[in-house]
């Protein structure tokens, strides 16, 4: 089975398109392409990807479908659009020509209001998705999971895929009311779930496996193995930690699982989620 790594971004550094990556993130501030990632995962050991969108333009995620086209290393493309325009059946019409558009997403956590995807508007643009068996991508913050919740119970047949465990307060060694709500939102057998994400929302100094592993058990105990895809989320995680050190957090922790598991955490699991064909 290919070993695919479900959270990688790729851009052309623009500070003012990207603006979120402060002075802070200096170590991204420059571009970021598919050869770049070829030049660290085969030590990390991982062979495919699946391209997840960092600006929310049209623009962007057509340049990611072609970047797929070009790189069959990327097996799929979670892009943007509108799902609240007039227009969105002729866009995702068009979009859906590319078969390798496997996913939508919405950067729901920048939205001051965190009841944003509740709109009417939005709700309509996630029910048509299943026109085009396009996964929608959960990206919030954990005070964000009751509405997530509630979003899901809208479209118990859509498939949707949490980015980032819900982005715990890792560096307070907060786990409440992130627990008990991600148990909830695991609750739906349509809700999969990406390790991804955990090194950048650590102290990104003085991270450990260890801190992160107390993460990994409870949404291991939430979803069960079955439902969850390792992501790195890079490049942005190389402002705490290298390519190779955010793959490990998580081959170390499922480590003494059986191979079943662990060939699905790495890759199969994935490929099932996201409907890629083709990938062992």
């Avoid at 709109?119 to 991508?137: A, E, H």
Wanted: charged share 25%; proline share 5%.
């Amino acid at each position: 089975m290919m070993r695919l790594d479900a959270h990688v971004h790729f851009w052309r550094y623009d500070p003012g398109q990207y603006e979120w990556i402060g002075e802070e993130m200096a170590a991204i501030r420059r571009d970021f392409l598919p050869e770049d990632w070829l030049s660290v995962a085969p030590a990390a050991g991982m062979d495919g990807l699946i391209a997840v969108q960092a600006r929310q333009t049209l623009e962007e995620t057509r340049w990611l479908l072609e970047l797929a086209e070009e790189h069959p290393v990327i097996r799929g493309v979670v892009g943007w659009v509108d799902l609240r325009a007039p227009g969105l059946d002729e866009m995702l019409e068009i979009l859906c020509d590319h078969t390798k558009l496997v996913g939508v997403r919405h950067v729901l956590q920048d939205e001051p209001d965190p009841r944003f995807m509740l709109d009417d508007s939005f709700l309509r643009g996630i029910g048509r998705l299943r026109t085009c068996d396009l996964v929608y991508d959960l990206l919030i913050v954990a005070s964000q999971l009751p509405a997530a919740i509630e979003l899901v119970e809208h479209f118990p047949r859509q498939t949707f895929v949490l980015d980032h465990i819900a982005k715990p307060d890792i560096a307070a060694g907060r786990f409440e009311p992130w627990a008990t709500q991600l148990r909830r939102l695991a609750g739906h057998e349509n809700v999969f779930c990406k390790l991804s994400g955990m090194v950048t929302e650590a102290n990104w100094q003085a991270w450990t496996p260890a801190q992160l592993h107390e993460y990994l058990d409870v949404v291991f105990e939430a979803f069960g193995p079955e439902r969850l895809m390792i992501g790195s989320d890079w490049p942005v995680c190389l402002v705490a930690a290298s390519y190779e050190e955010v793959i490990s957090v998580v081959t170390e922790y499922i480590r003494g699982m059986s191979e079943d598991l662990q060939r699905a955490i790495l890759g199969g699991t994935c490929a099932r989620a996201y409907g890629l064909e083709h990938a062992d």
